[in-house]
Protein backbone atom coordinates (compact mmCIF):
# COMPACT_ATOMS: atom_id res chain seq x y z
CA UNK A 1 0.00 0.00 0.00
CA UNK A 2 1.52 3.14 -0.98
CA UNK A 3 0.54 5.92 0.70
CA UNK A 4 0.97 9.31 -0.70
CA UNK A 5 1.04 13.01 0.72
CA UNK A 6 -0.88 15.82 -1.32
CA UNK A 7 0.53 18.91 -1.69
CA UNK A 8 -2.18 21.29 -3.05
CA UNK A 9 -1.28 24.76 -4.68
CA UNK A 10 -3.22 27.70 -4.67
CA UNK A 11 -2.17 30.88 -5.42
CA UNK A 12 1.60 29.35 -5.08
CA UNK A 13 0.72 28.29 -1.72
CA UNK A 14 0.32 24.99 -0.48
CA UNK A 15 -3.01 24.51 0.96
CA UNK A 16 -5.92 22.51 2.22
CA UNK A 17 -9.59 22.62 0.71
CA UNK A 18 -12.98 21.60 2.73
CA UNK A 19 -14.76 19.70 0.13
CA UNK A 20 -12.95 21.52 -2.79
CA UNK A 21 -13.86 24.82 -1.81
CA UNK A 22 -11.52 27.22 -2.82
CA UNK A 23 -12.96 29.76 -0.27
CA UNK A 24 -12.10 27.43 2.37
CA UNK A 25 -8.72 26.99 2.48
CA UNK A 26 -6.07 26.39 4.93
CA UNK A 27 -2.50 27.37 4.08
CA UNK A 28 -0.01 25.37 5.13
CA UNK A 29 3.34 27.13 3.95
CA UNK A 30 4.31 29.17 0.92
CA UNK A 31 7.07 26.76 -0.06
CA UNK A 32 6.35 23.95 -1.89
CA UNK A 33 9.47 22.87 -2.67
CA UNK A 34 10.41 22.94 1.19
CA UNK A 35 7.00 20.69 1.48
CA UNK A 36 8.25 18.30 -0.89
CA UNK A 37 11.38 18.13 0.48
CA UNK A 38 9.68 17.32 3.99
CA UNK A 39 7.68 14.33 2.43
CA UNK A 40 10.58 12.79 0.68
CA UNK A 41 12.89 12.86 3.76
CA UNK A 42 9.49 11.03 5.85
CA UNK A 43 10.02 8.15 3.10
CA UNK A 44 7.26 9.46 0.58
CA UNK A 45 7.77 7.68 -2.40
CA UNK A 46 5.58 9.19 -4.61
CA UNK A 47 3.91 12.94 -4.46
CA UNK A 48 0.56 14.15 -5.51
CA UNK A 49 0.69 17.71 -6.62
CA UNK A 50 -2.87 19.61 -7.59
CA UNK A 51 -2.59 22.47 -9.22
CA UNK A 52 -6.12 24.04 -7.61
CA UNK A 53 -6.06 26.98 -9.50
CA UNK A 54 -6.11 25.19 -12.69
CA UNK A 55 -8.59 22.85 -11.94
CA UNK A 56 -10.59 25.52 -11.82
CA UNK A 57 -9.27 28.35 -14.36
CA UNK A 58 -8.93 24.93 -17.08
CA UNK A 59 -5.22 25.74 -17.92
CA UNK A 60 -1.96 25.60 -16.05
CA UNK A 61 -1.40 27.99 -13.51
CA UNK A 62 0.81 26.68 -10.58
CA UNK A 63 3.03 24.78 -13.58
CA UNK A 64 6.20 26.45 -12.29
CA UNK A 65 6.16 25.51 -9.13
CA UNK A 66 5.76 22.14 -10.36
CA UNK A 67 8.38 21.67 -12.71
CA UNK A 68 10.67 22.78 -10.08
CA UNK A 69 9.70 20.38 -7.60
CA UNK A 70 10.00 18.07 -10.57
CA UNK A 71 13.42 18.26 -11.06
CA UNK A 72 14.46 18.76 -7.71
CA UNK A 73 13.50 14.96 -7.05
CA UNK A 74 13.89 12.96 -10.25
CA UNK A 75 14.23 9.47 -8.13
CA UNK A 76 10.49 10.43 -6.96
CA UNK A 77 7.24 9.47 -8.89
CA UNK A 78 5.35 12.75 -8.94
CA UNK A 79 1.68 12.40 -10.65
CA UNK A 80 0.13 15.90 -11.32
CA UNK A 81 -3.76 16.88 -11.69
CA UNK A 82 -6.00 19.96 -11.97
CA UNK A 83 -6.16 22.05 -15.57
CA UNK A 84 -4.44 19.62 -18.12
CA UNK A 85 -6.92 19.27 -20.32
CA UNK A 86 -4.77 19.08 -23.80
CA UNK A 87 -1.79 17.09 -25.32
CA UNK A 88 0.91 19.94 -24.97
CA UNK A 89 0.08 20.18 -21.55
CA UNK A 90 0.59 16.79 -20.77
CA UNK A 91 3.69 16.81 -23.21
CA UNK A 92 5.19 20.04 -20.89
CA UNK A 93 4.67 18.44 -17.40
CA UNK A 94 6.66 14.68 -18.82
CA UNK A 95 9.26 16.89 -20.37
CA UNK A 96 9.39 18.60 -16.75
CA UNK A 97 9.81 14.96 -15.32
CA UNK A 98 6.49 14.36 -13.87
CA UNK A 99 5.54 10.28 -13.83
CA UNK A 100 1.83 10.73 -14.19
CA UNK A 101 -0.35 12.98 -14.94
CA UNK A 102 -4.39 12.76 -13.30
CA UNK A 103 -7.12 13.62 -15.99
CA UNK A 104 -10.25 15.25 -14.25
CA UNK A 105 -13.02 17.27 -16.00
CA UNK A 106 -11.79 17.07 -19.36
CA UNK A 107 -11.80 13.28 -19.18
CA UNK A 108 -15.00 13.37 -17.92
CA UNK A 109 -16.42 15.71 -20.56
CA UNK A 110 -14.58 14.55 -23.46
CA UNK A 111 -14.13 10.83 -22.87
CA UNK A 112 -12.38 9.94 -26.31
CA UNK A 113 -9.51 12.48 -24.76
CA UNK A 114 -8.29 9.79 -22.62
CA UNK A 115 -8.33 7.09 -25.24
CA UNK A 116 -6.12 9.47 -27.60
CA UNK A 117 -3.28 10.69 -24.92
CA UNK A 118 -3.10 6.61 -23.73
CA UNK A 119 -2.22 5.95 -26.73
CA UNK A 120 -0.15 8.86 -27.41
CA UNK A 121 1.49 8.91 -23.78
CA UNK A 122 1.27 5.14 -22.36
CA UNK A 123 2.34 4.65 -18.94
CA UNK A 124 1.84 8.20 -17.97
CA UNK A 125 -2.33 8.55 -17.87
CA UNK A 126 -4.20 8.14 -14.40
CA UNK A 127 -7.72 9.47 -14.41
CA UNK A 128 -9.40 10.87 -11.39
CA UNK A 129 -12.86 10.54 -10.34
CA UNK A 130 -14.43 13.04 -8.16
CA UNK A 131 -17.82 11.10 -6.40
CA UNK A 132 -20.30 12.69 -4.54
CA UNK A 133 -23.48 9.73 -4.02
CA UNK A 134 -21.82 7.69 -6.29
CA UNK A 135 -22.15 10.79 -9.22
CA UNK A 136 -18.96 12.79 -10.81
CA UNK A 137 -18.26 16.35 -9.99
CA UNK A 138 -16.17 18.30 -12.33
CA UNK A 139 -14.20 21.36 -12.37
CA UNK A 140 -12.97 21.43 -9.17
CA UNK A 141 -15.83 19.90 -7.70
CA UNK A 142 -18.22 22.90 -8.52
CA UNK A 143 -20.62 21.04 -10.73
CA UNK A 144 -21.89 17.44 -10.49
CA UNK A 145 -22.30 15.70 -13.73
CA UNK A 146 -25.17 13.08 -14.97
CA UNK A 147 -22.60 10.57 -14.91
CA UNK A 148 -21.66 7.57 -12.86
CA UNK A 149 -18.69 7.30 -11.18
CA UNK A 150 -18.07 2.85 -11.90
CA UNK A 151 -19.43 2.93 -15.05
CA UNK A 152 -16.76 5.87 -16.20
CA UNK A 153 -14.23 3.85 -14.57
CA UNK A 154 -14.38 1.16 -16.45
CA UNK A 155 -14.84 3.11 -19.91
CA UNK A 156 -11.42 4.53 -18.85
CA UNK A 157 -9.71 1.31 -17.96
CA UNK A 158 -10.71 -0.18 -21.44
CA UNK A 159 -8.91 3.05 -22.92
CA UNK A 160 -5.98 1.57 -21.15
CA UNK A 161 -5.02 4.10 -18.16
CA UNK A 162 -3.04 3.13 -15.28
CA UNK A 163 -5.04 3.63 -12.61
CA UNK A 164 -7.78 5.49 -11.34
CA UNK A 165 -7.69 8.25 -8.29
CA UNK A 166 -11.70 7.51 -6.35
CA UNK A 167 -12.53 10.82 -3.72
CA UNK A 168 -15.07 10.63 -2.07
CA UNK A 169 -15.97 14.21 -2.33
CA UNK A 170 -17.88 14.19 0.64
CA UNK A 171 -15.30 13.19 3.46
CA UNK A 172 -12.01 15.11 1.76
CA UNK A 173 -10.82 17.25 3.95
CA UNK A 174 -13.43 17.04 6.81
CA UNK A 175 -10.90 14.66 9.27
CA UNK A 176 -13.92 12.15 9.27
CA UNK A 177 -12.73 9.03 7.80
CA UNK A 178 -12.32 7.31 4.42
CA UNK A 179 -15.48 6.18 2.97
CA UNK A 180 -14.16 2.25 2.74
CA UNK A 181 -17.41 1.17 1.84
CA UNK A 182 -17.88 3.18 -1.52
CA UNK A 183 -14.29 2.54 -2.15
CA UNK A 184 -14.30 -0.71 -1.96
CA UNK A 185 -17.16 -1.04 -4.05
CA UNK A 186 -15.51 1.10 -6.87
CA UNK A 187 -12.32 -1.08 -6.86
CA UNK A 188 -14.44 -4.04 -7.08
CA UNK A 189 -15.74 -2.88 -10.43
CA UNK A 190 -12.27 -2.60 -12.40
CA UNK A 191 -9.05 -4.75 -12.28
CA UNK A 192 -6.52 -1.78 -12.76
CA UNK A 193 -5.12 0.04 -9.37
CA UNK A 194 -7.20 2.59 -7.73
CA UNK A 195 -5.53 5.06 -5.62
CA UNK A 196 -8.30 5.86 -2.17
CA UNK A 197 -8.38 9.95 -1.43
CA UNK A 198 -10.64 11.73 0.50
CA UNK A 199 -11.27 11.38 4.81
CA UNK A 200 -7.73 9.70 5.48
CA UNK A 201 -7.44 10.77 9.09
CA UNK A 202 -5.11 8.74 11.42
CA UNK A 203 -3.53 5.11 11.65
CA UNK A 204 -7.18 3.11 12.15
CA UNK A 205 -7.91 4.60 8.25
CA UNK A 206 -4.62 2.74 7.34
CA UNK A 207 -5.45 -0.09 9.31
CA UNK A 208 -9.42 -0.38 7.38
CA UNK A 209 -7.71 0.28 4.11
CA UNK A 210 -5.71 -2.23 4.58
CA UNK A 211 -7.76 -4.40 5.72
CA UNK A 212 -9.58 -4.32 2.08
CA UNK A 213 -6.11 -3.97 -0.18
CA UNK A 214 -7.04 -7.18 -1.95
CA UNK A 215 -9.66 -5.53 -3.42
CA UNK A 216 -7.54 -3.51 -5.98
CA UNK A 217 -7.02 -0.55 -3.33
CA UNK A 218 -3.30 -0.35 -3.96
CA UNK A 219 -2.61 2.98 -3.22
CA UNK A 220 -4.07 6.36 -0.47
CA UNK A 221 -3.56 9.73 -1.13
CA UNK A 222 -3.65 11.88 2.48
CA UNK A 223 -3.82 15.60 3.00
CA UNK A 224 -4.98 17.57 5.94
CA UNK A 225 -4.25 14.45 8.51
CA UNK A 226 -0.70 14.75 8.25
CA UNK A 227 -0.39 18.86 7.34
CA UNK A 228 -2.71 19.18 10.81
CA UNK A 229 -0.79 16.68 12.65
CA UNK A 230 -3.39 13.50 13.23
CA UNK A 231 -1.29 11.59 11.25
CA UNK A 232 2.29 11.37 11.25
CA UNK A 233 3.01 10.32 7.65
CA UNK A 234 5.93 7.78 8.47
CA UNK A 235 4.49 5.58 10.93
CA UNK A 236 1.57 5.46 8.18
CA UNK A 237 3.35 4.21 5.46
CA UNK A 238 5.57 1.67 7.96
CA UNK A 239 2.30 0.61 9.07
CA UNK A 240 0.73 0.04 5.57
CA UNK A 241 4.31 -2.01 4.48
CA UNK A 242 3.50 -4.32 7.80
CA UNK A 243 0.15 -5.11 6.68
CA UNK A 244 -0.18 -4.32 3.17
CA UNK A 245 1.63 -7.13 0.82
CA UNK A 246 0.40 -6.09 -2.16
CA UNK A 247 2.33 -4.14 -4.99
CA UNK A 248 2.40 -0.37 -5.15
CA UNK A 249 0.94 1.01 -8.13
Known sequence: M????????????????????????????????AVAKR??????????????NGATDGRPVNHEIIHTVAEAFPDVPIQVGGGIR???????YLDAGVRYVILGTKAVTAPHFVSDVCLEFPGHIIVGLDAREGKVAIEGWSKLSRHDAIDLAQHFEADGVEAIVFTDIGRDGMM????????????QSLTIPVIASGGITDL?????L???ADEGING?????????????FSEAQRLADEL??????
Open 220 to 232: AITGRAIYEGTLD
Open 204 to 208: QDIRN
Open 86 to 92: DEDTIQQ
Open 2 to 33: LMIPAIDLKDGKCVRLRQGDMSQDTVYSDDAL
Open 244 to 249: CDNPAP
Open 39 to 52: WVKAGARRLHIVDL
Open 210 to 212: CAV
Open 176 to 187: KGLNIEATVAFA
